[in-house]
């Protein structure tokens, strides 16, 4: 079993060797794996490994809800509220010129740094961050006929069963150029960086693991009918149940949409399983380190609400799970609410490289070595300029740009059903929860189109 290997201790090799880095990104997945109990059906055996390999963060927040603002503050270190990078159609690189990445910071200092499948938001990729970068390839499409079934499409949500190999899928082509590298014996230390696609929607992948999931015996999320009742005009503009939920319950797709979604994942960890055996047969094993993260949550039905974009819970929460010979115990768990802003320094610091004053989040060691270490910071999120969550082990507190805000419990409520902002009991709470809040809030950066405008009226000056 991987989570009985041993490991030799980082602090025992040698003073100038610097331990590797196998970065593993997982995109939209959100707290529905097996070792975090989002939902009671899900089979996730690799990432359940993994994490009984290291220690997995319970609590742990994505800066942003969306793929682009999120993956920029994990790769940059800078929360959205200094960069100006909110939303997925804002082009970060052009704003941030000077910014040294996390990948740019290990070139720097020896590293060998390779990157495939989907890290930074795929439509912003940065050459400059990678010596070498395997662009993510195309996956099969489900046949003509499946995708004008009903049971295959509710709105924008999008699914469907695949008659193909795992061998044609574009993941599994990303995994297996990941697997050549570690294959490989090498002179200098490797930051190895596999981002994996699924769950990201359309959500077609293999039959056999949407077999997994028999439609008629799938748990469906619990959604109260009066959860939107007691919160703020701005949630309800966020949670739209106008849309994707009323289609959902109209179409009678709600079950199959779950099913999809379940069986993106079993195919995602399928793949990160591949990567884990690999590592293991590598010559690389006793000597690298393993981070995996989703890049934000999901919703499926919650507060009425399909997919990200919304500063509760199930659109926040993540899987990060961490490996450091040397450092982390076996199958250990930390309850403290992180950020993965907190990445960048914890990597710097794992693998003793210059720290850089400029980030925005801590580093995680001292978590990683006793998760019982006393830890103040909330985990910020930002969803917009002006629009921010709060999560500590106890409390999420929503403030929208309008200044309405939502509270809750989560000793009482882990459902966020109870929106408390308005009781008077709860104000010395969240006054002191307010005090975390960004002062300063960047400027959107322009997005694309008001980029392209900008250049065409410098031209015709």
């Known amino acids: 079993m991987l989570c009985c ?34 939902h009671p059906q899900v089979k996730t055996p690799h990432l359940d490994r993994l ?9 742990a927040y994505c800066a942003a809800p969306a793929c682009n603002p999120s ?20 082009p970060w690189r052009p ?11 290990y070139m720097a200092n020896g590293y060998q740094v390779m990157g495939g499948g989907k890290i930074f938001h795929g439509a912003f990729n940065d050459p400059d961050s990678w010596h070498h970068y395997e662009k993510a390839p195309g996956s099969p499409r489900p046949a003509p006929q499946v995708l004008q079934d009903p049971t295959s499409r509710s709105g924008g949500i999008i ?21 050549s590298e570690l294959e490989k014996e090498r002179d200098q230390p490797f930051f190895l960086a596999c981002g994996i696609y699924r769950p990201h929607m359309p959500w077609q992948v293999p039959r056999k693991y949407y077999d997994m999931y028999p439609p008629d015996k799938v748990v469906l999320p619990e959604v109260p009918k009066e959860d939107l009742e007691d919160i703020p005009q701005a949630g309800r503009r966020v949670a739209r149940p106008e849309g994707d939920h009323a289609k959902m319950i109209e179409t009678g797709n709600w079950r199959f949409a779950v099913q999809a979604y379940m069986a993106s994942i079993s195919f995602a960890d399928a793949q990160v399983g591949r990567l884990l055996d690999a590592l293991d047969k590598s010559p690389h094993r006793d000597s690298t380190l393993i981070v995996l993260w989703g890049d934000h949550g999901w919703h499926l039905g919650e507060k009425e609400h399909w997919r990200k974009f919304a500063l509760w819970e199930e659109a926040t929460r993540t899987p990060l ?17 992180v950020s993965l802003l907190d990445i960048y320094p914890t990597l710097l610091d794992l693998c003793s490289l210059p720290s850089r004053k400029e980030l925005d989040g801590v580093s995680l060691r001292p978590l990683l070595v006793n998760p019982e270490t006393a830890w103040e910071r909330p985990a910020l999120i930002t969803h917009g300029r002006h629009s921010h969550a709060l999560r500590t082990q106890r409390w999420r507190f929503i403030q929208y740009a309008d200044g309405s805000r939502e509270l809750y419990d989560h000793d009482a409520d882990p459902m966020e059903w109870k929106n408390l902002a308005g009781d ?12 975390w809040l960004p002062t300063d809030n960047a400027p959107d950066v322009p997005n694309q189109q008001e980029r392209r405008r900008a250049r065409r009226e410098a031209e015709e000056e």
């Open 321 to 337: 799970i961490v490996v450091a010979p040397g450092v982390t115990q076996p199958g250990r768990a930390c309850e403290t609410p």
């Open 159 to 179: 699914w469907g069963v695949l008659d193909a190999p795992d061998e044609e899928m574009g993941d599994y082509k990303t995994v297996s150029w990941a697997v």
């Open 71 to 90: 993956r920029t503050a994990l790769m940059t270190g800078l929360r959205p509220s200094r960069t100006g990078v909110y939303h997925n159609s804002q």
């Open 424 to 435: 008077p009991r709860f104000a010395e709470e969240i006054q002191a929860l307010a005090k």
């Open 51 to 59: 994490a009984r390999r290291g220690m997995i963060f319970r609590r």
């Open 95 to 105: 704003a941030l010129p000077d910014v040294v990445t996390l990948s740019q910071h």
């Open 5 to 38: 290997l041993t490991y030799a201790p980082l602090a025992a090799r040698a003073a100038d060797t610097k331990p590797n880095v196998l970065f593993i990104a997982v995109d939209d997945l959100n707290d529905w794996i097996g070792v975090l109990g989002g």
